[in-house]
């Protein structure tokens, strides 16, 4: 009897066909079996109309066998979520590197500004940019953070985004915490009143000493008891957006001492000076007493030959200083006779505390004055002084620089 072989149509797929003829096959060979064990009727014979005379081959007839159910079964189970899958990845590839759409306003100028908080959940993160502008549902970018794998590497703090921002980008700054940063400056010569006010004004930073007293500012960044005037080095420093101010006032702090200590180990062996204490009320006062970098050396040397020889240093800011907000711009003969523990002319030696910020170059000039025999020195009026080694010669500079005679 001719064997019995089933072939798919040619519509049906590879796969398809690949399935019709393993169903057929099977199906033939149990009819097969049971044609010759003669518990199944014998199906009628069809004529071999491609046998070859001579030839013993015969080729087997097609026998179409309809199995659309199973083939559909398949596809459901097996084909369409693969399809479904790869058509998600190609997506998904995508997608991380397309820039993100932002709320309407957000420009280079005005990057959108998201804080991050210690001890959220990737989930939560996610909600919280889609609901500050990322136009994007919260579901894509969690499941963007927990595909990367790197949904437990975030960390907190206050970050900014601009137009081009996509889900990779974003998550990167994320991950190395690239936080938005503000420069605040502190300026050479400042008080310790504008630093205060300086950090109490400033919009980026998150205020922790709004009302508290200066003692307790002091306190609260780790000085207590320590009185604040010079304490905190002028530069500028870049914070994190939102960085508490007490964080700007203490990492000042720590800046001077570090400054401080480092020009002490540098000092002059002759300078008089007992304590990098006294070496930083010197630089405050030399600070104050000019602008002009290539007077600075010299300045500090007319105050170390006086102190050297006990002889009153006579500085017109320690004396502005000790008046306070009594000072109104105009400093009077009286003045200078009104004894206060900061008039250095009514008292020897170097006032109780710093005057103001000193910076880099006044604190050199304390530790390492200037070789000069000046004790004397007056302002010409552009920035720069005249320096004198005797009375006469003080005298005479003052009625041409200052009385104008």
Not at 79 to 102: E, N, T
Not at 151 to 174: H, M, N, V
Not at 249 to 258: G, H, S
Request: hydrophobic letters at 40%.
């Amino acid at each position: 009897m001719p064997s019995k072989v089933c072939t798919a149509s040619p519509e049906e797929g590879c796969l398809e066909r690949v399935l019709v003829v393993f169903m057929c096959e099977a199906r033939c060979g149990l009819q097969d079996a049971g044609s010759g064990a003669g518990d199944m009727p014998r199906r009628e014979e069809v004529p071999d109309y491609h046998h070859v005379p001579g030839s013993s081959h015969r080729r087997r007839p097609h026998h179409p066998v309809e199995i659309t159910p199973l083939l559909r079964l398949f596809k459901l189970m097996f084909v369409l979520p693969l399809v479904a899958l790869l058509i998600a990845g190609a997506f998904g590839v995508w997608w991380v590197d397309k820039p993100l759409p932002l709320a309407h306003g957000v420009t280079e100028q005005t990057p959108l500004e998201v804080e991050v908080v210690s001890g959220q959940s990737a989930r939560g993160i996610a909600e919280k940019l889609s609901s500050s502008g990322v136009q994007t549902p919260w579901v894509l970018l969690y499941g963007w953070f927990r595909v990367s794998g790197q949904s437990r590497d975030i960390k907190a703090g206050s970050y900014e985004f601009a137009p081009g921002t996509t889900p990779r980008s974003l998550l990167s700054k994320l991950v190395r915490g690239e936080q938005a940063f503000r420069s605040i400056t502190l300026l050479e010569g400042w008080n310790h009143r504008q630093v205060f006010e300086l950090v109490r004004a400033s919009p980026d930073l998150t205020q922790d000493i709004e009302g508290m007293s200066t003692a307790d500012v002091m306190a609260l960044i780790g000085y207590p008891g320590r009185h604040p005037e010079g304490r905190f080095f002028p530069d500028t420093y870049r914070v994190a957006k939102r960085a508490t101010a007490s964080s700007v006032l203490r990492q000042a702090a720590q800046a001077m001492d570090k400054r401080v200590a480092d020009v002490w180990t540098q000092r002059d062996s002759s300078v008089p000076l007992r304590t990098p204490e006294e070496a930083l009320i010197l630089a405050s006062i030399i600070e104050k007493e000019t602008g002009l970098e290539s007077d600075r050396k010299r300045i500090g040397g007319v105050f170390a030959n006086r102190l050297r020889i006990g002889m009153r240093l006579q500085t017109d800011p320690s004396v502005i200083y000790g008046l306070g907000e009594r000072f109104d711009g105009n400093l009077r003969r009286d003045d200078l006779q009104t004894d206060t523990p900061y008039n250095t002319y009514t008292r020897a030696g170097l006032p109780p505390t710093p005057i103001a910020m000193p910076g880099a170059a006044s604190l050199r000039a304390a530790v390492q004055p200037g070789d000069t025999n000046a004790i004397y020195f007056v302002a010409r009026g552009d920035g720069s002084s005249q320096f004198s080694a005797t009375l006469e010669e003080h005298n005479a500079a003052v009625r041409r620089y200052i009385l104008r005679r």
